[in-house]
Every structure is written in C-alpha cells, then in structure tokens.
C-alpha cells in the first residue's frame, strides 16, 4: 500500500485527475444550452480513465516487477500459499482503488456542484445514477486489475501484461457495438461467415465492459432498471472472481526459480 501511494506516477495521476475535476467549469462553459450534462459526461469520462490508468500501474507493480526483481521470493518461502500470495496482492490493489476512486470521485462531486451552482434553472441531478456510475468504474479497474494479476502470473516480461490489460481495456469496451452491428444484420455482406463467428466467440469470451457503464443513464438523468444494475454488478463480479481464480491455478504451477 506505501509503495503504490509513494509512487511518482500514481501521484501524478491524481494530481492530474484533482486539475482536471476541478476545470470542469471551464469545460462545461463550452456548452451553452447543456452545461450540466457536460459537466457530468467530463467528469466521469475524467474519473474513470484515471482509475482505469492507475489500475494498469498498479498491477504491473504489484506482481510483475516483483517476480522480475526476486523480491518477492523470500515472502514466498514463508509458511504462505502462493494462492494467498495473489489474493493478498489482489485485496491490497483492490483497498488502493477503493481510495483512489473516492478521491476522484470527491473532486468531480465538487466540480459538478460548482458548475450547477452557476448555472440558472439547472436540471436535477440523478445522484444515484452519478454513484452507480462510479460504482461501474471501480468494478472496471478491480476487472482490469484481476486480468493484469492473470498475465503477470504467466508472463515473463513484466510490458506483456500491461500491453494484454490494455488489450482487455479496449475490446470490452467494444465488443457490445460490435454485437449489436453483427444483429442489425447491416454487415452480413461485407463480412464472411468465419469472422462473424470469431467476432461473436469473442463477444462471449471477452468481458462485456459496456454492462458496467452508466455514464449514459446519469448525465441524461435516464430510468435505471434494478435489474439491470443487479444484472451488471453480478457479471462483473463474476468475471473478476473467474479471473482470480485463474491467476491463482497459474502462479501456482509457475517455476520461480
């Protein structure tokens, strides 16, 4: 945990997230006829590639770098299953993101009450949704944060999982634009039957990031179902303990010599 808050990088980030939260005025003034709903777009868009990014270096430190220096060598020869190992570096990740959310968060709380406070007949606000959203985004980075413990677990390198993370950052986000293409049936000519298959295997075998979103739902102040929410929360869950469960089987199996 004192390794990660030391860290320059991470400082930097949340001094980058606390400039940016707080320029949310700025940004919103751009809009003059939604203010409110650039406000909150920027402030969550701000907060969860933030989480998102610190995650990444947070996972790569955690696991990888250790293996690479033989630092965590010694711990491992204690009376400590290496099961244990990756589930205590997993809860440690996990408690950092925790804070590192809530801080963020608080910054673009701030910055959405500033700009409401300027701003004449301003819409209601949707707070649940805003929390759910950001209840999305602290799911995401634990998701990502899980995927990165799975590669350092196998990898040799400690750039490869950082690179495959990444990987799984940018095909989550995409795979359910891409399913809802292949429905529309817009694609069944320009695309052969093969890779419509491969696209739709990867849809199922790649986390559905999208499910996890609601920025949507809380600048637009849009209904949110509780099954949808339930629905959401139980996949990511889900998906992340898979990933665990995962990560654990391989490093236990991993020569550390």
């Known amino acids: 945990m004192k390794g990660g808050l030391r860290d320059r990088l991470i400082q930097s980030l949340l001094l980058a997230g606390f400039f940016f939260l707080f320029s949310t005025m700025v ?5 003059m006829r939604q203010p409110m709903e650039v406000a909150i777009n920027y402030s969550l868009a701000t907060v969860q590639i933030l989480a998102v990014l610190i995650t990444l270096f947070l996972g790569l430190n955690l696991l990888s770098r250790e293996i690479e220096s033989r630092a965590g060598h010694g711990v491992l020869t204690q009376p400590l299953s290496r099961s244990a190992y990756v589930l205590g570096k997993f809860f440690g990740l ?5 804070i590192v959310v ?3 968060a608080l910054c673009a709380v701030i910055g959405v009450l500033l700009v409401r406070a300027g701003t004449p007949n301003a819409p209601l606000i949707l707070w649940e949704n805003f929390g759910l959203s950001l209840m999305g985004i602290l799911l995401i980075s ?3 944060g899980a995927a990165s413990l799975l590669f ?3 990898a040799t390198s400690a750039i490869l999982p950082f690179l495959a993370t990444i990987a799984i950052w940018v095909i989550g986000n995409s795979t359910q634009t891409v399913k809802n293409y292949l429905d529309a049936n817009i694609a069944d000519q320009a695309m052969t039957p093969q890779l419509k298959a491969i696209i739709t295997g990867a849809y199922y075998v790649f986390p559905n990031l999208s499910l996890l979103d609601f920025k949507v739902y809380a600048i637009y102040g849009l209904p949110l179902a509780a099954a ?5 929360l139980t996949y990511g869950l889900a998906y992340t303990i898979v990933l665990l469960t995962l990560a654990t089987r391989l490093f236990q199996t991993r020569d550390m010599l």
């Open 228 to 232: 949808q929410v339930g629905f959401a």
């Open 27 to 31: 940004f919103s003034s751009f809009s």
């Open 94 to 98: 996990m408690l950092l993101c925790c």
């Open 152 to 154: 350092c677990a196998v």
């Open 142 to 144: 634990l998701l990502l």
């Open 102 to 104: 809530a801080f963020l």
